[in-house]
């Protein structure tokens, strides 16, 4: 493929210097911003993330800050998950529909006080719809985009890691809880979450002139343990089942047949735009979801849907696929429809180099 132009509309981030000095190989465009894809190989980037420890420039993560008296209601109004039991110090992934039950987004929220949230957003463009609602609903609630970037450790050894820099105190943040730490005189949110299955941290740099610095404290700190720039991994994400919003699910979609109905509680999360779209789908239950699918022989990289096929029928699709080492098959996330979604059941894929045979798994790869 050509190059891609640089230009102000493809952001760099507070970073952006450390990755180009690391030998960053490839990039993806994230939230109109540069997401690192690869430094060594896709490959070789992924046995050191499942054996060491990753500093990856998700900057591209972008937040959308909530402030005002009006905040929670508004974050409420956003998500069908039951944001009442949240308190400050914890983040919860919630899907965000629209009126048809369609997914606009899959974030973090962070909850940071009682009248202040950050939206920790997927590829597309909540920011707009955010306001959208605030002005039509005349709440009273500030919204914008805050210099915020999330930086993560990520890999076995980001607890170490994350001590050296931060104290001991970050090993016992617990699992999408966050904890304030100290660095150059400032406070940091930092969280024990991250896109990957390996475990590690999120550290919400609150200031992009702190991005070197950052990143060089964790460079060096990690010296002896082999830390290495990194960037969310292709294998390692479709063999832990973690979506993309954008490849794997879009508007076409409901959380439920995403997968992510568990994330949804339809009938208190009142106020929700489309609460009654949910309610239906939730009722009677999906008629295509998500589903693991191993598929052999050569793939080209997936970046158009592939077709999943039973006896001459289309059933499915596949968005994304790769070879995984570690299972020594190709791993894949497609959307089934019910009448071919039971584990074990052969299929077919189209894809742009000829058919292959797939077969729809228990359970993803963790
Ligand atoms: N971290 C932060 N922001 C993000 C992402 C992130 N924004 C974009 C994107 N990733 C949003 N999508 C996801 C998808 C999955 C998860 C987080 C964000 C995730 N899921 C866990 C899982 O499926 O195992 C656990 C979810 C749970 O149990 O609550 O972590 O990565 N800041």
């Not at 509309?9 to 490839?26: C, L, N, Q, W, Y």
């Not at 508007?251 to 995403?258: K, L, S, V």
């Not at 074990?344 to 180099?353: A, F, K």
Request: charged share 25%; proline share 6%.
């Amino acid at each position: 493929m050509a190059l891609i132009a640089p230009s102000r509309r493809i952001r760099r981030t507070p970073f952006s210097d450390g990755v180009e000095a690391a030998g960053v190989k490839g990039y993806t465009v994230y939230n109109h911003m540069l997401l690192p894809t690869v430094f060594h190989s896709v490959t070789e980037d992924y046995r050191h993330l499942k054996s060491q420890v990753q500093i990856w420039d998700v900057s591209c993560e972008r937040q959308v800050e909530l402030r005002g008296p009006d905040a929670a209601r508004l974050m409420q109004i956003l998500t069908p998950r039951d944001l009442r039991a949240m308190l400050p110090g914890q983040c919860f992934y919630v899907p965000i529909v629209d009126e048809t039950g369609g997914m606009l987004n899959d974030p973090v929220a962070v909850k940071l006080a009682d009248d202040r949230y950050w939206i920790s957003i997927a590829d597309s463009d909540l920011l707009l719809w955010v306001k959208g609602i605030a002005n039509g609903y005349r709440l009273d609630v500030l919204i914008d985009e805050p210099d915020v970037s999330p930086l993560a450790i990520q890999g076995p050894l980001a607890d170490e890691l994350a001590a050296r820099v931060f104290g001991d105190a970050i090993r016992d943040v617990k699992f999408f809880r966050y904890g304030i730490f100290s660095f150059a005189g400032r406070d940091i949110v930092i969280a024990r979450s991250g896109y990957s299955k390996q475990g590690g941290f999120e550290i919400y740099l609150p200031d992009s002139d702190l991005g070197m610095p950052m990143w060089n404290a964790l460079m060096e700190a990690g010296r002896d343990l082999d830390v290495r720039a990194g960037c969310p991994n292709i294998i390692e994400r479709i063999e832990g089942g973690l979506l993309s919003y954008g490849n794997d699910m879009t508007r076409e979609n409901t959380p439920h047949e995403c997968g992510l109905g568990r994330f949804c509680s339809t009938e208190t999360a009142i106020g929700c735009i489309g609460r009654d779209a949910l309610l239906r789908v939730a009722k009677e239950g999906p008629v295509r979801q998500v589903r693991p699918l191993s598929i052999s022989g050569d793939l080209p990289p997936c970046d158009r849907l592939w077709r999943v096929m039973a006896e001459g029928e289309k059933v499915g699709h596949v968005s994304s696929a790769a070879w995984s080492p570690d299972f020594e098959t190709n791993v894949a996330i497609g959307m089934v429809r019910m009448t071919h979604w039971k584990p074990g059941t052969r299929l077919e894929v189209e894809t742009p180099d000829g058919m292959r045979d797939a077969t729809v798994e228990a359970k993803f790869w963790n």
